[in-house]
């Protein structure tokens, strides 16, 4: 069974930085096409940023485009997300998802295998 562990998370004040961190272990796979994803309380899970297994291709949600990094480490199974000029709107809980190896980047949730229970981000204004 493959778990995503994610940490990183806290409070930053408006216009900083985080960055959050995930680690996929327990599966057969070494490499993993991952994403973050966040949600706020009462509103629908939304897609952050993804990469794909190779590390080659990254995309991104269209709130979070020149703010926010992904990147894997040398082994694939790791994903972090550097966020920059941190506004209030980004506040959520984020999640860390992951696809097994082969399968492409998704902007949908119900795509994804295997998930993180996640980590809270506030930022302050």
């Known amino acids: 069974q493959v778990q995503l562990v994610e940490s990183g998370g806290g409070l930053v004040q408006a216009g900083g930085s985080l960055r959050l961190s995930c680690a996929a272990s327990g599966g057969t796979d070494s490499t993993y096409t991952m994403a973050w994803f966040r949600q706020a309380p009462g509103k629908e899970r939304e897609f952050v940023a993804g990469?794909?297994?190779?590390?080659?291709?990254?995309y991104y949600g269209d709130s979070v485009k020149g703010r926010f990094t992904i990147s894997n480490g040398d082994a694939k199974n790791t994903a972090s997300l550097q966020m920059n000029s941190l506004k209030p709107e980004d506040t959520a809980v984020y999640y860390c998802?992951?696809?097994?190896?082969?399968?492409?980047?998704?902007?949908?949730?119900?795509?994804?295998?295997?998930w993180g229970r996640g980590t809270q981000v506030t930022v302050s204004s």
């Open positions: 998802a992951a696809r097994p190896r082969g399968y492409s980047v998704r902007t949908a949730h119900y795509e994804y295998e295997y």
């Open positions: 990469i794909s297994w190779s590390g080659i291709n990254s």
